[in-house]
């Protein structure tokens, strides 16, 4: 079974499903070793690989070159930003085989105008429905795996509001679009009116720290519809924080030793997670003198 083969199992079966986000391979395979069924890479996390803010200004190759290390680090499907498709819908179906050639399981376009930014800033610009449908037509008709889960993303909510956001959905479904998400929720009630009207298509939720979006229990999440969650910046920040802890720490004293119990033991890491032990008897295999 391909991971796209999975992903679609597994939204089949009417179980809530989390998605946490991993912005390496070492935290993708934290999340699995977690137990979660799904990895999310988000182009928002990619940014600090570049040094640059969420505004759109990775590359498709720097995307897919992200994205490869990931999805061959997991045996769990990897659901990714693919932004606004990278261009026009040429773009799109290059980028669908590029995801597709990683073995990215699912993807989502979104709807938003240059320049880019994060789904929960401010200021975001809009391209016409009619153009983002073409794209989600495009990355559907052009897929090589009829499994690969094509989302569409709805930045509407926050510009437009979610009368409009709403037949911007109902457009992408026409285009045939497998799921929606809805970006940037700004309260319960929108969330339980989206929920409603599209009670009968799988709907995406992006659980964002400190976002617009009502930060609920995935519990709650699930009552309300939804059937899947993102938690794309949850791992970032906890990382960031935990790095920025320690640093200060190795600063101020000359030694870590303080903050060791808030580690994982180099041999967890290393050989847990990166697999050294077994490289080196692979590397001791063939080049040992028999």
């Known amino acids: 079974m391909s991971q796209a083969q ?8 009417d ?3 989390m998605a946490a986000g991993a912005y390496d391979v070492i935290s993708a395979r934290l999340v699995e070793e977690a137990g979660f069924p799904l990895v999310y890479y988000s182009g928002g996390v990619s940014a600090g690989a570049l040094g640059y803010p969420d505004f759109g200004m ?10 490869e290390g990931v999805c061959r680090a997991v045996s769990i499907p990897v659901i990714a930003d693919a932004e606004a498709g990278f261009g026009s819908v040429l773009n799109v179906v290059r980028m669908v085989q590029e995801y597709e050639r990683v073995h990215v399981a699912g993807l989502h376009i979104e709807d938003q105008d240059v320049p880019r930014r994060c789904g929960h800033l401010g200021g975001k610009r809009l391209v016409p429905t009619a153009d983002h449908a073409a794209k989600i037509r495009a990355a559907v008709d052009n897929r090589t795996n ?18 409009d956001a709403m037949a911007r959905a109902s457009a992408c479904l026409e285009a045939g679009a497998d799921m929606l998400f809805f970006e940037a929720f700004e309260s319960v009630k929108q969330m339980e009116l989206a929920c409603r009207e599209f009670s009968a298509i799988p709907l995406m939720v992006n659980m964002v720290e400190g ?15 939804f059937c899947l969650a993102i938690y794309p910046v949850t791992n970032v920040l906890a990382a960031a924080y935990h790095m920025k ?12 030793q303080g903050t060791w119990h ?9 050989n847990g997670l990166l697999g050294w032990d077994q490289a080196l008897a692979f590397i001791d295999h063939y080049t040992q003198t028999k």
């Open 6 to 13: 999975s992903l679609r199992t597994r939204l089949s079966q």
């Open 15 to 17: 179980q809530f499903l």
């Open 58 to 67: 990775r590359t498709l190759t720097e995307m897919v070159i992200q994205l």
């Open 146 to 163: 009829p499994d690969t889960v094509i989302i569409a993303r709805i930045d509407a909510i926050a510009v437009n509001g979610l009368d």
């Open 211 to 225: 976002g617009k979006t009502p930060f609920l229990p995935a519990r709650d999440l699930e009552d309300l519809g």
């Open 245 to 256: 802890k320690t640093l200060r720490t190795l600063r101020e004293t000359g030694t870590t």
């Open 262 to 270: 808030e580690m994982l033991p180099f041999n967890e890491v290393f």
